[in-house]
């Protein structure tokens, strides 16, 4: 059988690729622990321990970090939900991917972008790893969503495009922080309980309390007056 040789990786590029991991790590936990508008490329550059403009050899602009960093984690989202089983039923999938993406963000490695930001955009349409990624996990998630309400475990009333987005914000929830800030619950506990806000609602699920019937031969209570 025909041996294909390992393609060598001259130490230069393997020199690049190691700077560009490490700018990705830094990008990452300055997005999530700064946000977009007060993270610098300046911060960026001490966190790795390189010059601000090595910074701009691997990436042109602030926009194309926050780009390339998102692209990143679309990566590991596909990675995480190819990697599920196969017979795992559809919300169970669901529920699995946003827990990961919750455990991403109390950990400090999810991207915290704004919502509106003409630049930002721009970089992020440009970028074919965020599209296809973007592209790639909604499709997912959106065929679990489709499967969840056909067997009754998602509410099929509900149009699918807003379930989508409902798990999409999940992984930039707010309610995280304050839940983390006031130190009342784990990060474990912190993930069951936005789950089952998530998944289970806020509507209480008691049964009501059944009917006492009259007992046998008794006459009904007189009405009052």
């Known amino acids: 059988m025909r041996t294909i040789p390992a393609v060598k990786v001259s130490f230069k590029a393997q020199a690049l690729q190691a700077r560009e991991d490490a700018i990705m790590h830094a990008v990452n936990h300055l997005l999530a622990d700064k946000g ?11 966190q790795v321990g390189i010059a601000k403009a090595s910074v701009y050899k691997h990436f042109p602009s602030k926009e194309d970090l926050a780009a390339a960093a998102m692209a990143q984690i679309l990566r590991r989202a596909q990675a995480y939900m190819e990697a599920l089983p196969v017979n795992l039923p ?14 991403r963000k109390l950990s400090g490695e999810m991207p915290s972008l704004p919502g509106q930001n003409c630049r930002l955009r721009a970089a992020l349409v440009a970028n074919p790893g965020y599209m296809n990624g973007l592209l790639a996990v909604s499709e997912q998630l959106g065929q679990w969503i489709a499967i969840a309400q056909a067997q009754g475990s998602l509410n099929p009333q509900l149009p699918a495009t807003a379930v989508l987005f409902t798990l999409y914000a999940r992984a930039c929830d707010p309610v995280l922080e304050f839940l983390k800030a006031g130190g009342n619950y784990s990060d474990a506990e912190i993930m069951d309980l936005v789950l089952s806000t998530c998944f289970d609602g806020l509507n209480a699920r008691a049964e009501p309390a059944p009917c006492s019937a009259p007992a046998p031969g008794s006459s009904p209570s007189p009405s009052p007056g």
């Open 36 to 46: 977009f508008d007060c993270m610098t490329v300046d911060e960026v550059a001490a």
């Open 90 to 103: 559809a919300l169970e999938k669901l529920r699995s991917v946003v827990r990961w993406a919750i455990e």
